[in-house]
């Protein structure tokens, strides 16, 4: 079973930061690509930064500037350095792995694998 846990949201007011961290744990063979993703209630979840196992970089147009992807090989995790946070930026924040992990049947390439979320709540 793998495991993906989310820390590192709250309530920030705007213009500060927050760094969340996203562990992945369990039967994981590789990972290819982690990701940031963001949904507010009534809308479709969207890519915030991605980031593959060569480092190479993605953002949405919203954050970039404002926001850094980065990630721990060794460890299996992923960070999200957020600053210059707007109210606009509230919402869950969900992590996301690409890879190859270990099932009961045997081992399978999954695109998405989502951990449960943090909240982010940016207001004055």
């Known amino acids: 079973q793998v495991q993906l846990v989310e820390s590192g949201g709250g309530l920030v007011q705007p213009g500060g930061s927050l760094r969340l961290s996203c562990a992945a744990s369990g039967s994981i063979v590789s990972i290819d690509t982690m990701g940031w993703y963001r949904q507010v209630p009534g809308k479709q979840r969207e890519l915030v930064a991605s980031?593959?196992?060569?480092?190479?970089?993605n953002y949405a147009d919203s954050v970039k500037a404002r926001f850094a992807i980065s990630r721990d090989n060794a460890k299996n995790m992923v960070y999200l350095q957020m600053n210059s946070l707007r109210p606009e930026d509230t919402a869950v924040y969900y992590c996301?792995?690409?890879?190859?992990?270990?099932?009961?049947?045997?081992?399978?390439?999954?695109?998405?694998?989502w951990g449960q979320g943090t909240q982010v709540t940016v207001s004055s």
């Open positions: 996301k792995l690409v890879g190859i992990i270990v099932f009961t049947n045997g081992p399978a390439y999954i695109n998405d694998y």
């Open positions: 980031i593959n196992s060569g480092g190479s970089t």
